[in-house]
């Protein structure tokens, strides 16, 4: 079983740029999550999907973050413009539905704003 | 609001002796447990979780957990330490529902030969 894919791994980029990370959960999962990790930090939810509605955006900051999940498969999170605290580790993760499961994480993408 | 507290920073052991690594909980409800590990550069890897059942829940790489409803902990142990054993451990709760998993601010384990 293939498991949750993100690209890219790593990512530069001048603060006020905007930046797009992709995730593709694992076959037939209905939750995704998008977790930040800050170094030091344990991950903080940023947005939970079920299927392709929105769930829990409480912690998004929307001003400059947004994400997407069309057709309840892949999810794209997008920042603009970005800051220099938005450097962090972006994580996706899913399962295959809300409640008792465990999460499957992503590898992640190392976001750093310079 | 559910959280997790991992007192623990930084836990070092010597290769070969026993494990543990704290991990005290607050949840409105029943609690629903986690631990994963995080290698450098790589994503959080699922460890084991306790839903129901018996307080000792056993997970991969000889990894067990000890569920305490009175102390609200879930302390992750192991018998024998490996210096592989060295990563970032994450505790993780949540409850009934729809919430997502909360995360502890991490403990890092160093195992030394």
């Known amino acids: 079983e293939a498991g949750v894919a993100q690209s890219p791994r790593y990512k530069i980029i001048e603060k006020r740029q905007s930046v797009a990370f992709w995730c593709n959960p694992i076959?037939?999962?209905?939750?995704l999550y998008w977790y930040q990790q800050i170094l030091g930090q344990g991950p903080k939810l940023l947005i939970q999907?079920?299927?392709?509605?929105?769930?829990?955006d409480s912690q998004l900051p929307k001003d400059r973050f947004s994400a997407e999940r069309l057709k309840g498969v892949d999810s794209t999170l997008k920042i603009q413009p970005a800051k220099l605290e938005d450097s962090a580790v972006y994580l996706c993760?899913?399962?295959?539905?809300?409640?008792?499961?465990?999460?499957?994480f992503g590898q992640g993408t190392r976001l750093t704003v310079v | 609001a559910q959280s997790v507290a991992q007192p623990e920073d930084q836990v070092n052991v010597a290769e070969g002796n026993p494990l543990t690594v704290k991990c005290t909980y607050s949840?409105?409800?029943?609690?629903?447990l986690f631990w994963y590990v995080q290698y450098p550069n790589r994503g959080l890897q699922f460890l084991l979780k306790?839903?129901?059942?018996?307080?000792l829940v056993k997970g991969s790489y000889g990894f067990e957990a000890e569920f305490n409803k009175s102390q609200t902990s879930f302390h992750l142990k192991k018998p024998s330490a490996l210096v592989s054993d060295s990563a970032l451990y994450f505790c993780?709760?949540?409850?009934?529902?729809?919430?997502?998993?909360?995360f502890g601010k991490g403990t890092r384990l160093s195992v030394i030969a």
């Open positions: 993760a899913s399962s295959p539905e809300m409640g008792f499961t465990e999460a499957f």
């Open positions: 076959s037939g999962h209905a939750t």
């Open positions: 999907f079920q299927n392709n509605g929105v769930v829990d």
């Open positions: 949840v409105s409800g029943n609690p629903y």
């Open positions: 306790y839903i129901t059942g018996d307080n």
């Open positions: 993780a709760v949540r409850d009934l529902g729809n919430t997502p998993l909360v």
